[in-house]
């Protein structure tokens, strides 16, 4: 398992889709698996071919000197995360097929024919009758979550105000944004910590981020704190 050599275009590609997805390698907060990562790969992608990637290396890179404070096993080797390698495929159907015995081939048919139909049947009988009890109970109410989202700022010196207007002028179907506040990280930076509530149908979480991340005068990075159905 893991992405290989991360210094070789096949490696990176690996991990770039692996964080076409995700804000970083394990869970929603910086760990030993992302130091592993980054030391193994060396320096920063490049941003055209692997943009997943180049935008991990750079939020990773603000990090660096709390690397040792980080949760995780800073003994892990980095071969132990990414993707699984993709197993032998088996073989074919066909060629066990051949093995078996041709006195073995029903060459005229069987009853089993007038059954699967009788089974169709029922089963055709089942589903209509689900689906009209279904549309009896009527539409159920569209499934929502509350999300807390962290925006990281790229220093000190970042406009928060214009940062948080930014955040609360993106509209979507479905989301509403709600209460924030600014937290302290240390050496006089502060991140937005910032509610919304989502339909899960019609917002991606994945979507919103790389919306807000966007503003690139801003935003460094996002990461998804919290989140809980309603």
């Not at 040792?68 to 390698?85: I, R």
């Amino acid at each position: 398992m893991g992405f290989g050599d991360l210094t070789s275009a096949t490696g990176l590609a690996a991990l770039n889709d692996w964080l076409s997805a995700k804000s970083f390698i394990v869970g929603y907060a910086p760990s030993q698996a992302d130091v592993a990562v980054y030391k193994a790969v060396g320096s920063a992608p490049d941003a055209k071919k692997y943009a997943n990637a180049a935008r991990w290396y750079k939020t990773l890179t603000s990090y660096e000197a709390e690397f040792a404070t980080l949760k995780g096993d800073a003994s892990a080797d980095v071969s132990t995360y990414g993707p699984e390698v993709t197993p032998v495929a088996a073989a074919p159907k066909e060629a066990a097929a051949e093995e078996e015995d041709d006195d073995d081939v029903d060459l005229f048919g069987s009853d089993d024919e007038e059954e699967d139909a009788e089974a169709e049947k029922l089963k055709a009988q089942r589903l209509a009758e689900y689906q009209a009890k279904k549309a009896a109970k009527g539409p159920k109410p569209a499934a929502k979550s509350i999300v807390t989202l962290e925006v990281k700022p790229w220093d000190d010196e970042t406009d928060l105000d214009e940062l948080l207007a930014n955040v609360k002028g993106i509209e979507m179907e479905g989301l509403v944004w709600g209460g924030h506040q600014f937290i302290a990280v240390g050496f006089g930076i502060k991140k937005l910590q910032i509610n919304c509530v989502i339909e899960d149908d019609k917002v991606s979480m994945e979507d919103l981020q790389n919306t807000i991340e966007e503003d690139e005068d801003h935003v460094q990075s996002t990461d998804v704190a919290a989140m809980q159905k309603l």
